[in-house]
């Protein structure tokens, strides 16, 4: 019964990608951008799918029900209010710019060089979300169906690939609108019978309103308030999320959806944390990891497992979708400098044997080696949170600076980008191998062995960074000013308005 619910749910979603697939009708903007057509319930939609992924809802249950409400719901709530400071401050105007990726915006402001730095940093730190993804789904395909963790993985790829390939950003709105459904419905009902067959329960001190995880750092609010910020301030500068951002009609419509998809996020994420934290008490307090899995194969019903794990899939196809469809986009446009021939006007261009739009073939093939390097660290390095919260501690360090005070101060240029970007990267990751604990996780990716760094770094390392990002990018700007202010106006060369699209 669960393999034929979890099979179901994928299949909707494939036939739905390759459907409208039809849409993207040859033209780059229409692949990369849904040439900027998308109302609000697609794109509140899509931001809601990239939210709401394995890690938001396997990483979180296993946090909640270790450490506490905080340490769980702090991966929903920061990913909400991303979207929340989206919408506010940054929204209106990056789809007003009718850009096609997010880089662009770094080569309009800082030049070439920020460009490819960005992209490179973005493309490594979506490496680990996507590996993440799939760690997930090689898991629970290993563990309720018997598949070997790796071809469970292989399998996700290819059903992804498939239609995200074949529809880009269409393919990938209209089946996160199917996958959000599905995920709702399945987080209700899980709620739901949590509710009436055992009744929500939060064990001592491990409760929403039990503040000291935020406060006391015995029990780990430096990690909390690191994952709230890791995530609320460094997805800032997600390619996911500025790419739906972009794919929206107006910039209005673009700021509306940033606030429904917190809304969102939250609606699912929350309940999550409020079902593990009753599972002390159901599965008892020694489970061990994959909670959910546990409750859900000892504890529910057969169509309640189903539903679940369905929703569970979904997420991990939504959340994986959309980070092979951005990363192929800058691989592709910023990183190898292949842009569109402005709907065959211009000559064809011999570009990855490309006809008369480069940039679309292009984006397309790129997206192979990258999923490769993803597939290759989930079976090298099989976590799930750690993933994706390492991967946005790295935004942070480098990358938001840059973007939210290029838009604001017009001091900073590309020397104290680069600044920003050497020196937030480099203390991150310095403190990342010496450091033994990675938001309360074994370091097992790389750790070398000291006795200075302890674990009681942990979680302040990712204020560290980021303060040494900013003052760098400050120091640079007031000693190395900006000599002309680029970003009012596109450079000819790097945004084309792409054709509309076909109803």
Same mark, same amino acid.
Request: neutral net charge.
């Given at each position: 019964?669960?393999?034929?619910?979890?099979?179901?749910? &994928?299949?909707?979603?494939? !036939?739905? @990608?390759?459907?409208?697939?039809?849409?993207?009708? +040859?033209?780059?903007?229409?692949?990369?951008?849904?040439?900027?057509?998308?109302?609000?319930?697609?794109?509140?939609?899509?931001?809601? =799918?990239?939210?709401?992924?394995? $890690?938001?809802?396997?990483? $979180?249950?296993?946090?909640? /029900?270790?450490? @506490?409400?905080?340490?769980?719901?702090?991966?929903?709530?920061?990913? %909400?209010?991303?979207?929340?400071?989206?919408?506010?401050?940054?929204?209106?105007?990056?789809? %007003?710019?009718?850009?096609?990726?997010?880089?662009?915006?770094?080569?309009?402001?800082?030049?070439?060089?920020?460009?490819?730095?960005?992209?490179?940093?973005? &493309?490594?730190?979506?490496?680990?979300?996507? =590996?993440? $993804?799939?760690?997930? +789904? @090689?898991?629970?395909? *290993?563990?309720?169906?018997?598949?070997? /963790?790796?071809? +469970?993985?292989?399998? &996700?790829?290819?059903?992804?690939?498939?239609?995200?390939?074949? @529809?880009?950003?269409?393919?990938?709105?209209?089946?996160?609108?199917?996958?959000? !459904?599905?995920? &709702?419905?399945?987080?209700?009902?899980?709620?739901?019978?949590v509710a009436v067959t055992h009744g929500i329960t939060v064990p001592e001190g491990m409760g929403a309103f039990d503040l000291g995880q935020l406060t006391d750092p015995a029990q780990g609010a430096p990690v909390n308030w690191a994952t709230l910020i890791a995530l609320g301030v460094g997805d800032i500068v997600a390619i996911d999320f500025m790419q739906r951002i972009f794919s929206a009609k107006s910039p209005s419509v673009a700021r509306r959806a940033c606030f429904l998809g917190a809304a969102g996020t939250l609606l699912i994420g929350i309940p999550f944390s409020f079902v593990a934290l009753s599972a002390v008490d159901i599965v008892g307090p020694d489970a061990g990891s994959a909670v959910l899995f546990t409750l859900? *194969?000892?504890?529910?019903?057969?169509?309640?497992?189903?539903?679940v794990l369905a929703a569970v899939v979904a997420a991990s196809c939504s959340t994986a979708n959309g980070a092979i469809l951005g990363t192929g986009a800058v691989a592709a446009r910023n990183i190898a400098g292949i842009r569109e021939t402005d709907g065959g006007k211009l000559p064809e261009l011999k570009v990855f044997g490309a006809g008369k739009d480069p940039l679309l073939r292009a984006s397309r093939i790129a997206m192979f080696p990258i999923v490769g390097l993803a597939v290759l660290v989930a079976v090298r390095v099989p976590q799930t949170g750690i993933l994706l919260t390492l991967a946005f501690d790295l935004m942070l360090a480098g990358l938001v600076v840059p973007f939210a005070l290029g838009l604001w101060w017009k001091r900073g240029g590309a020397v104290a980008a680069a600044a920003a970007i050497a020196v937030g990267f480099t203390v991150r990751l310095a403190f990342f191998v010496v450091t033994p604990t990675v938001y309360g996780v074994p370091n097992d990716l790389l750790y070398i062995e000291n006795d200075v760094v302890t674990a009681s770094f942990d979680g302040w390392t990712t204020f560290i960074a980021f303060l040494a990002g900013t003052s760098a990018y400050i120091a640079a700007a007031l000693l190395r000013p900006a000599k002309a202010y680029r970003a009012a106006a596109p450079a000819p060369d790097l945004v084309r308005e792409p054709v509309a699209a076909q109803a």
């Amino acid at each position: 019964m669960i393999l034929l619910g979890v099979g179901l749910s &994928i299949v909707v979603v494939l !036939v739905i @990608g390759l459907v409208v697939a039809k849409k993207v009708d +040859g033209d780059s903007g229409r692949y990369l951008v849904a040439g900027r057509t998308l109302g609000i319930p697609l794109v509140a939609a899509g931001l809601m =799918a990239q939210a709401v992924d394995a $890690n938001a809802t396997l990483g $979180n249950t296993d946090l909640a /029900y270790g450490f @506490g409400f905080w340490a769980g719901a702090s991966l929903p709530i920061g990913l %909400a209010l991303c979207l929340l400071l989206t919408g506010l401050f940054f929204a209106r105007r990056m789809n %007003a710019a009718k850009l096609l990726t997010l880089p662009d915006w770094y080569a309009r402001r800082y030049g070439r060089r920020i460009e490819l730095a960005a992209s490179v940093a973005m &493309i490594a730190a979506y490496v680990l979300l996507l =590996a993440g $993804n799939l760690v997930a +789904g @090689g898991f629970l395909f *290993e563990h309720f169906l018997g598949i070997d /963790y790796t071809l +469970g993985v292989l399998l &996700i790829v290819a059903v992804v690939m498939t239609y995200t390939v074949a @529809g880009g950003m269409f393919s990938d709105s209209y089946t996160a609108a199917a996958q959000m !459904v599905i995920t &709702i419905i399945g987080t209700a009902c899980l709620f739901t019978w949590v509710a009436v067959t055992h009744g929500i329960t939060v064990p001592e001190g491990m409760g929403a309103f039990d503040l000291g995880q935020l406060t006391d750092p015995a029990q780990g609010a430096p990690v909390n308030w690191a994952t709230l910020i890791a995530l609320g301030v460094g997805d800032i500068v997600a390619i996911d999320f500025m790419q739906r951002i972009f794919s929206a009609k107006s910039p209005s419509v673009a700021r509306r959806a940033c606030f429904l998809g917190a809304a969102g996020t939250l609606l699912i994420g929350i309940p999550f944390s409020f079902v593990a934290l009753s599972a002390v008490d159901i599965v008892g307090p020694d489970a061990g990891s994959a909670v959910l899995f546990t409750l859900l *194969e000892d504890h529910a019903p057969a169509w309640l497992a189903m539903l679940v794990l369905a929703a569970v899939v979904a997420a991990s196809c939504s959340t994986a979708n959309g980070a092979i469809l951005g990363t192929g986009a800058v691989a592709a446009r910023n990183i190898a400098g292949i842009r569109e021939t402005d709907g065959g006007k211009l000559p064809e261009l011999k570009v990855f044997g490309a006809g008369k739009d480069p940039l679309l073939r292009a984006s397309r093939i790129a997206m192979f080696p990258i999923v490769g390097l993803a597939v290759l660290v989930a079976v090298r390095v099989p976590q799930t949170g750690i993933l994706l919260t390492l991967a946005f501690d790295l935004m942070l360090a480098g990358l938001v600076v840059p973007f939210a005070l290029g838009l604001w101060w017009k001091r900073g240029g590309a020397v104290a980008a680069a600044a920003a970007i050497a020196v937030g990267f480099t203390v991150r990751l310095a403190f990342f191998v010496v450091t033994p604990t990675v938001y309360g996780v074994p370091n097992d990716l790389l750790y070398i062995e000291n006795d200075v760094v302890t674990a009681s770094f942990d979680g302040w390392t990712t204020f560290i960074a980021f303060l040494a990002g900013t003052s760098a990018y400050i120091a640079a700007a007031l000693l190395r000013p900006a000599k002309a202010y680029r970003a009012a106006a596109p450079a000819p060369d790097l945004v084309r308005e792409p054709v509309a699209a076909q109803a």
